[in-house]
């Protein structure tokens, strides 16, 4: 339980932060989208380092020459590793890294949308992550891919930390800041949900998805 806390602790927005600053944070914001790891925080952390930023902290202009690269290329990793592996992925063995059910969610999502998909993604947590891979296994052409990429982690990074330069000048929003953090999560998983939720009043396809046409 102590090292669970650890951890928890480890993962909150305003302490890798503190802790990491502009490497940590681009290094997060490239694991995120470029190599399948989930489970780590994205809009909030964006919020957070707008607030930073509003709190002089950081510097805006520098997050969005970091993060913005780091989001594009970490999104590109992703669409290599979907090319290279193809369908394959699909019927890869549950792990604690690896959820058969999230490539499921990203795959509905990209049928329905096609490359927009590329753009909606990034603000939804877990789908951003397995999107672009679905998108390489489905071998949609790189320069569509890539034209979808740079505009979708351009407004990822720049929506999300300008939110939070700003609604950090808010004296009720500095006193309550875990409240805010909280509200940003809960907003970007409910896509998410909805879409959850419409998938189990659907019918329930048999047998293993197969890869979407690009």
Known sequence: ???????????????????????????????????MVFFLPGDSLLFMAGLFAGNGDLNLLALWGLLIPAAIV???????????????????????????????????????????????ARFMPIVRTFVPVVAGIGQMPYRRFAAFNAIGGAAWVVSMTVLGYFLGQVELVRKHI?????????????????????ARKATPAVGVATPPAP
């Open 74 to 120: 970490g999104d590109a990793v992703s669409y290599v590793i979907g090319s290279k592996m193809g369908p394959a992925l699909f019927n890869k063995p549950e792990s604690r890294f690896f959820k058969p059910q999230h490539m499921k969610a990203a795959h509905d999502f990209y049928e329905r949308h096609g490359g927009k998909a590329i753009i909606m």
């Open 1 to 35: 339980m102590e090292t669970l806390h650890q951890l928890k602790e480890l993962l909150d927005p305003s302490n890798l932060i503190r802790l990491f600053g502009y490497p940590g944070l681009t290094l997060i914001v490239f694991l995120e989208t470029g190599a």
């Open 178 to 198: 875990e409240l805010m953090v909280i509200f940003i999560i809960v907003l970007s998983v409910l896509p998410g949900f909805i879409a959850w939720l419409r």
